[in-house]
């Protein structure tokens, strides 16, 4: 199986759902923090959010199939997920491996990790190798991988590297060290904005994932 440097993943069904907590705003202030045009606009509405006193509670992903799917490899993987976007969005990294580490460090959902296990890096490292080969947050993953002896990663400057089936520790190793957060359209793909339902508000994410360059 090839994989190049422009593998993606996310799109529309890819999008998160979080509701902003201990927070209530007028209907005219709503409109004032979606109006936010910078070129960091996104990042900007989660920072007047957050100044505010509200917070993002991750509840679930808009499309219930990509939750499956995520729930089929781990059933924490959704939260872990929904906390490395928030990150992304709220401080700009964009390195997948440094926002891991970020999150492990913060161990909001309370592993026990006196061992040194690495809960959040090992589950994101099965989440990295089920999109690499194959799965997508809108068809019903079983599991099945595409590629059943080998990788080929092209590299944008031509380079090949080559993982054996066998060498499947190299191959998640080389996922984690070359994949980034990416911002798509929010226009296109119907988030970054504060909406409000039943007079609660609401915030959605999309993940977008690339190789980096």
């Known amino acids: 199986m090839y994989l190049d440097d422009m593998m993606f993943f996310g799109g529309q069904d890819a999008v998160f759902i979080y509701k902003i907590s201990n927070l209530d705003l007028p209907d005219e202030l709503i409109y004032k923090i979606n109006f936010i045009a ?7 509405r989660i920072s007047r959010i957050i ?29 872990i997920v929904s906390e490395i976007l928030v ?8 390195s997948l491996k440094e926002l891991i580490e970020m999150v492990e460090e913060n161990n909001s959902l309370n592993f026990d990790q006196s061992q ?13 190798t089920d999109i690499a080969l194959g799965m997508m947050p809108a068809t019903v993953w079983t599991g099945q991988y595409d590629a059943t002896g080998g990788y080929l990663v092209v590299k944008e400057n031509g380079d090949i590297l080559c993982y054996h089936i066998y060498n499947r520790n ?23 904005l504060i909406y409000k339902e039943s007079e609660e ?3 959605k994410l999309n993940l977008q994932i690339r190789f980096l360059k």
């Open 87 to 94: 990150l992304f969005y709220s401080n700009g990294q964009k």
């Open 38 to 44: 910078t070129s960091s606009k996104i990042r900007d």
């Open 51 to 79: 100044e505010l006193g509200g917070s993002l509670e991750f509840l679930k992903t808009e499309n219930p199939i990509f939750s499956n799917n995520l729930t089929l490899i781990d059933s924490l993987l959704p939260r």
């Open 116 to 128: 040194q296990h690495q809960f959040y890096i090992y589950k994101m490292k099965r989440f990295l």
């Open 170 to 192: 190299d191959f998640e190793n080389y996922l984690l060290n070359h994949m980034k957060l990416d911002t798509a359209s929010s226009s296109r793909h119907g988030f970054g």
């Open 201 to 203: 508000l609401f915030f």
